[in-house]
């Protein structure tokens, strides 16, 4: 795969990581937070290998952010209406998950 090809593919995993830790977070049933604590890892694990491939400059970073917090809002709102969530859990968690990848601006 090309390299945007690769940057999509890792906004897609790191929206999917975020929105299942908010999910199990806040969800009202608790039989489904192992089956999303498994997806997290999942995930998780698929987005570092991705994160891993490339030497990302800082306008990637910056359009894999700005992207990955859009979409993290659009799926919650769409897929996720019932989950009550703070506002700003998003973008402190999508911020976590770019600084444990390493792709934090220099």
Request: proline share 2%; no cysteine; glycine share 4%.
């Amino acid at each position: 795969m090309g390299k945007n090809r690769d940057r999509e593919s890792l906004i897609r995993l790191m929206v999917n990581t975020i929105v299942h830790e908010i999910v199990m977070k806040h969800t009202n049933r608790p039989e489904s937070k192992d089956f999303l604590k498994s997806e997290i890892v999942e995930y998780r694990g698929q987005t570092e290998k991705v994160a891993k491939q490339y030497t990302w400059n800082d306008k990637d970073k910056g359009y894999i952010k700005a992207k990955a917090l859009k979409k993290i809002k659009e799926k919650l709102e769409s897929k996720y209406s019932d989950v009550s969530y703070k506002a700003k859990e998003p973008q402190i968690l999508l911020d976590k998950e770019i600084k444990d990848l390493g792709l934090s601006k220099q």
